[in-house]
C-alpha cells in the first residue's frame, strides 16, 4: 500500500499504525473530482398577462424588406457608383430667425408652419438658379452631363418604415409661401404612410435636416440620379463675432455633399457660400418670396 494515499490522523497530518490499518487499498491513485464549468447567468425572465413567466428574448430579427430594403440598395449604389467629396461652412442665421419670426406673426402666414427648412430651401432654389450645374446628374450610360433647368426639391423624412425622400414637383416656381405649404404636406404625407411611387421618384437636388434631432452636421449620400444633397445642421445660439464684437447670434452649420465627377470643389463652394450668404442676409430673398 502506497502510504501517499492514506489519510493521516497524527499530528500534522501523520500516518499512524491505525491509519494504516483502517486504509482500504487502492488500485488506482485518487484524483480530485472535476470541478463543474462556469455557467452562463441565466437569461431574464418577464411576467406574461396570463401569469406565466417566459424568458426574455435576447436577439430580434426584422425582415429586411420594403422602404428600408429600398433604402439601402440606393445607398450601395451611391457609394459603388459615384465618387463623393464634401464641404461645410457654419452661418449666422439671425438674420433669417428674425424673419420667421416676423412673417410667422402676418396675414400671409397665420395659418401655415413656417419653419426655417422653408426658408432654407427658398436659399437653395435660389443658389441652384445662379448654378445650374448644382442641378444634374451624370449618365454613366450615354456618357453625358445631364442638366436640369427644374428642380424636384427632395426633401429627406424619417418615417415609420424608414427614410423616405418624397420631392416636390418645380419647386422652383414656387413662392415661399406655396413652398412653406408643400414640405408641410409633403411630410405629413411620408411620415403617414400616405406617399406614393410619383411623390418619392424624380428628385434632382435633396436637403436632409439632421438639424430636428439635435445633430450639427452630417455628411450624407448624394442620392441616385442626383448630384448634390444639403444637409442643415441644428440652429442653436452660440457666442458669435459681430460687427467686431462678441454677441449671441442664431448659428448654423451647411454641409454639401456632392458628385466630384460633374461638380468640382470651386462650385460647390460657390453653390454652398451663395446658400449661406441668402441665410445671412434673408432680405434678399424677398423679391422671390
Do not use: F
Given at each position: 500500500m502506497d502510504l501517499w494515499y492514506v489519510a493521516g490522523s497524527g499530528p500534522d497530518g501523520a500516518v499512524t499504525v491505525e491509519d494504516v490499518r483502517g486504509a482500504v487499498p487502492v488500485s488506482q491513485p485518487r484524483v480530485p473530482a472535476p470541478q463543474a464549468a462556469p455557467t452562463a447567468p441565466p437569461p431574464q425572465r418577464t411576467q406574461s398577462g396570463s401569469g406565466v413567466v417566459r424568458p426574455a428574448a435576447r436577439e430580434e430579427r426584422t425582415p429586411i424588406a420594403g422602404v428600408r430594403k429600398r433604402t439601402a440598395a440606393a445607398m450601395i449604389a451611391s457609394a459603388r457608383t459615384i465618387p463623393q467629396a464634401a464641404t461645410a461652412v457654419?452661418?449666422?442665421v439671425t438674420g433669417s430667425m428674425e424673419l420667421i419670426d416676423h412673417l410667422r406673426s402676418t396675414k400671409a402666414f397665420a395659418e401655415l408652419t413656417l419653419t426655417p427648412l422653408a426658408l432654407v430651401a427658398k436659399s437653395v432654389l435660389a443658389a441652384i438658379a445662379e448654378f445650374p450645374g448644382i442641378n444634374a446628374y451624370w449618365d454613366e450610360q450615354n456618357q453625358q452631363i445631364v442638366t436640369k433647368h427644374y428642380v424636384n426639391l427632395g426633401i429627406a423624412v424619417a418615417a415609420d418604415r424608414g427614410l423616405l425622400v418624397p420631392n416636390i414637383k418645380e419647386a422652383q416656381a414656387?413662392?415661399?409661401?406655396?413652398l412653406c405649404r408643400e414640405i408641410g404636406w409633403l411630410v405629413d404625407t411620408a411620415r403617414s404612410g400616405a406617399a406614393t411611387p410619383t411623390d418619392l421618384r424624380g428628385g434632382t437636388f435633396t436637403?436632409?435636416?439632421v438639424g430636428v434631432f439635435g445633430v450639427d452636421t452630417g455628411i450624407p449620400l448624394v442620392n441616385p440620379g442626383e448630384a448634390a444633397i444639403l444637409c442643415l445642421g441644428a440652429i442653436r445660439k452660440q457666442p458669435w463675432v459681430y460687427r467686431d464684437e462678441l454677441a449671441i447670434r442664431w448659428v448654423t452649420t451647411l454641409t454639401l455633399s456632392f458628385?466630384?465627377?460633374?461638380i468640382d470643389g470651386e462650385l460647390a463652394a460657390r453653390f454652398l457660400a451663395t446658400t449661406a450668404g441668402l441665410?445671412?442676409?434673408p432680405l434678399t430673398l424677398l423679391s422671390r418670396v
Open positions: 457654419t452661418v449666422d414656387l413662392n415661399l409661401r406655396d436637403i436632409s435636416n458628385d466630384h465627377r460633374l441665410l445671412e442676409d
